[in-house]
């Protein structure tokens, strides 16, 4: 019985993993939201991503931002960021 589980266990989690969908986004910071500690970013398909911690990001900072797709590859609009990086300025 241990064993079956142990093997179930393994295939779920290659299972979840095989699903996980990771990439890259750049983006600029349009706007700092001071309020709630919020950066606000545009990428270049003009689609605006905000992500918490301002700390020393400015306006028009460039931003690389590592995204997972939640799940859906088909759609955008509810991936998550997973960290954001300094990227330069514009």
């Keep these: 019985m241990k064993r079956i589980m142990m093997v179930l266990i393994v295939l779920l989690s290659l299972m979840v993993s095989a699903h996980a ?17 919020c950066v606000i970013a545009t990428d270049w398909a003009g689609l605006e991503w905000e992500f ?7 306006q028009d900072d460039i931003v690389s931002m590592m ?10 609009y509810d991936d998550i960021i997973i960290k954001a990086y300094y990227g330069g300025s514009i």
């Excluded at 918490?52 to 400015?58: A, H, L, N, V, Y």
């Excluded at 995204?67 to 955008?76: C, F, G, L, R, V």
């Design 67 to 76: 995204m997972d797709d939640n799940s859906t590859p088909d759609n955008i």
């Design 52 to 58: 918490f911690g301002i700390e020393d990001w400015m």
């Design 21 to 37: 969908e990771y990439y890259p986004r750049t983006a600029f910071v349009t706007e700092l939201d001071y309020d709630r500690n």
